[in-house]
Structures are given as C-alpha cells and as structure tokens.
C-alpha cells in the first residue's frame, strides 16, 4: 500500500502544481466586446449538476489566495483593494449573469429529473420523474428534440456520469421514473441524437440481463460505439456515435477529476470532440454535465467538489474557443439543476477566516480511499495507528502533537478532531449500519471514517455542509453570445426553456 500511496502523492503534486500554475488561466479571454446580436444556431448548455454559487465561489477562492497571502499582500500593497481574493473560473467572466429558482411540483429541494426537466421543457413535474407530468401520462418534448425535428440540428449530450441518469436522459427520455435504466437507454437509441459521451449506462441488458444490449441496439442503429480513447480518437465529422470512458470509477461513471489519471480523457476533451463530430452550416444543440459536483456533494466532500466543479469550467473553454469564431451565431449557458449538500463558505471553528490551502493537501476523491483503502481496512482489519498514516499522506491530516499547527489553516488535529475520526474508524470497522438520528447526522448514508475525514479537513478551511442531499437554493445562469441578454434577472428555471425556444424559433409543442 505504501508504493500505492507514494504513486497517488506523486501524482497529486504534479496536479496540484499544473492546477496552480493554469489557475489565472481560467480566466480566458473573450474575443471583441460580446453584443448579444444575432440568432444562435449553435448551443451550448453546461449543466453543473448541484452547483449553486458556493460552489463556484468556493471554486474561485481554491485558485486564488489563501487568507494569509491575501493579510500579506495587503500590507504589501500600495492600494490594498486592488488585493486579489479569488481566481476566475471561465465563466465568471460572461458579460450576463441571472439567476433562476429550481423547486419543482412537489418539493423545494428537488431533485435532477424534475429540474432538468424544467430547464429543457418548460413545465414542472415531481421529483424522480422525467418529462412527464405528475400525472406521469403526459410526455413533454424537449428542446433538443425539437431542436432535431423541427430545425434539423445535430445534437449533442455529454456527462461524467452514467448516460441514462437523470439530467441527461431529460434531453431525450420521458419516464415516470428516473430508475427505469433500460427503458431510457432505449430512448436513448431511437432519439437519433448524433453524439453521446461520458459514463457507462446503468443495467445496459435490464436488470434481469435477459434483454439484447442498448450498446448493441445503438450498433444496429448505425452508432459507433466507443469504449476507448483511441476508437474516440478516431470518429469524425458526421459520425453518429456513443463513446463511453475508457477508464470508469464508482458506479461506471467517469473518474472525479482530482482522480483522473495523466493521459486521460477530461469533459473538456470530450467536448472538443464533440464539437468536432456535430459542427455544421445548419446548426447544433450540446448539453454538457458535469454530473460529479453534485455526487461530491452528496458526501460532502468539497475537494472533490472544487475539482470537478474547476473540470466544467475547464470544458466551457472549448465552447469560448467555438464561440469566439463564431460570435453571432452561438450562444453558451452555464448553469445547473439545483445545489447539493447545502454547501457553506464559512464555519463555526474558523470565525470569519477561511483556509483553503488546507484543502490542497488532499490527494483523492472519497469514493477512491473508500475503493482502494477502507475496504482492505476493513479485510486486513487494519489498525487505527496504520490508518492515521494514510490519512496524513491522502489528507494531509496529521496526528496531536505532530509539527504545526491545529488552527488557523494548520493540518494538526485537535484532540476533538481526532476523536472525532477514530470514532468514526471504530464505526466503520465494527461493519454496523448507520442507524438513528446522531448517526445519520454525523454520517449520513456513507462510510463513517471517509466522510468524517472530509468533514473534519473541509472545517478546517473553513466550509461546511448542512446536508447529504439537495436543497432548495437558486442557481446562476452565466450566458454568453446571441441572445445573451435574455438570461438577465431572476427568475424560474422553466424561463430557461422558453428563451431558448424563443431565441431559435421552436415551436413549443
């Protein structure tokens, strides 16, 4: 284990060091002064599944100085206020910023199915369904399908997770329920849409395994279906194809970006192809996800949060790329389907300081330590001193006593801290289930050593986390390009439908 953890350390400081050195670059430039004339034809909607602003702004605050820089160049500094406190993720940048209202017909925390389902119909539905209504008998078309039919777009839907999850199976799917895999996958297929990517799709052969493959379905449909980097390589403009990563973490999604090995595909990368596939003189329509915020969230941890929420910006720089030769015709939102976690900029232990740098000494994702380290704990019943020293090498935390400090952006646990931690060691090894409130609270549905570890390094930064689901905050909606000065204002997450159809003319069957 010890040559493993060496090789992720290793591997996590040559990140760490590319991600600090590129931070200013997330910043891209934005040919000419963005007018907001003309008609798009070409429309990129960027879905950061559970990003609402803390998780931006956490984002921003990660890529920029941590509060003891900031105290030093102010004193340093001729006209402190010029002091910078934060990067720039890509889209901070766009020349509109609105923001819409995500509750749904049953809830104020909703969930992805009835939220994407507002923002590519244009009616409310109840959590878990998907372009239906609560009836679940009526069936709503969506923009991408009427963007197909009625203008003869290609079309484009890409995730880091699986394919037929909630948001991007509402681009083409219309079920009661968001569990129904294998009939979404079959929708999947006979959308016709011209370029899927990302995760695996969930019970490929339905859940008995007695049904022919959607991946063989899409074959006979005349896809090209790609499980490796080089067959993705490889298609070209005008193919109609549905790539799967190559390299594929929990529950067959893609890695979270701060796992994500050199060499291997990002979202950006599979937005740079996908571009490449559907650019044409008629026009096209791309739904990009980066469903792995929101699963961070979940389990509240905010470094992997951060990372994938710094991988979505990362991708909206290919549709800059796209729009800045295209500026009169494309047309580029950012935005997301509710926020996850109830995720917090601030908390009681660190008053009114934050300390993100401590956040930086953390390797990989929870659901990688849970794969590659909790379950050989639990198998070789590993001890709690043997435990500690991943815990310090993956997450920088170290044992009372060691050198440094606890507070103040210190990695050093506290007495509280690390009882808090073998508590949870001691819960995990024991192989109970969670069970009654205080467990559930300190715990949720997850292993209880990994999410009090993130727990305790995320307080230490100072952020917090008030749930391990959804909530019902508003979320941004950045925009840039024709018609960009629609998105202005608050307003409700179906008013995200209805501008775009106005803007390119769709007829809202």
Known sequence: MNRTVKGICKKAAGIALASLVAAGAFAQEIAGTPTGKGTPKYVFVFIGDGMSYPQIQSSAYFIGKDAAGIVDEVKNSSNPS??????????????????????????FAPDSASTATS??????????????????????????????DQKKWKIGVLSTVNLNHATPAATYAHQASRKSNYPIGLELVASNFDYFAGGALMEPEDKKGDKESIYSLAQKAGYKVCFTQKEASSLKNGDKAIVVSETLADADAMNYENDRADGEWSLRDYVKKGIEVLDNKNGFFMMVEGGKIDWACHANDARSTIADTLALSEAVKEAVDFYNKHPKETLILVTADHETGGLTIGFAGTDYNLFFNTLKAQKISYAKFDSDYVASYKKNKTSFD???????????????????????????????????????????????????????ELYGTYEPLTVTITHVLNNKSGI??????????????????????????????????????????VKQD
């Open 119 to 148: 923002i590519f119909t244009g009616k409310k539905t109840h959590s878990s369904s998907i372009n239906v209504d609560i009836s679940k008998k009526i069936k709503y078309r969506t923009i991408a399908e009427q963007l197909r």
């Open 82 to 107: 010029d002091s910078p406190v934060g990067g720039l993720l890509s889209f901070m940048k766009f020349p509109v910023a609105g923001s819409a209202q995500t509750y749904d017909a049953t809830s």
């Open 464 to 505: 917090g986390f008030t749930s391990y689901s959804h909530t019902g905050l508003p979320v941004p909606v950045f925009a840039l390009g024709a018609g960009q000065y629609e998105f202005e204002g608050y307003y409700d997450n179906t008013d995200i439908y209805k501008k775009l159809a106005a803007l390119t003319s």
């Open 386 to 440: 043997d435990v500690m020293k991943d815990v310090t090498e993956l997450f920088g935390l170290k044992v009372p006593g060691s050198a440094g400090k606890d507070k103040n952006g210190g990695l050093v646990l506290t007495e509280y801290e690390y009882g808090r931690i073998r508590d949870a060691y001691n819960k995990t090894m024991s192989g109970t289930k969670t069970s009654g409130q205080m467990e559930y």
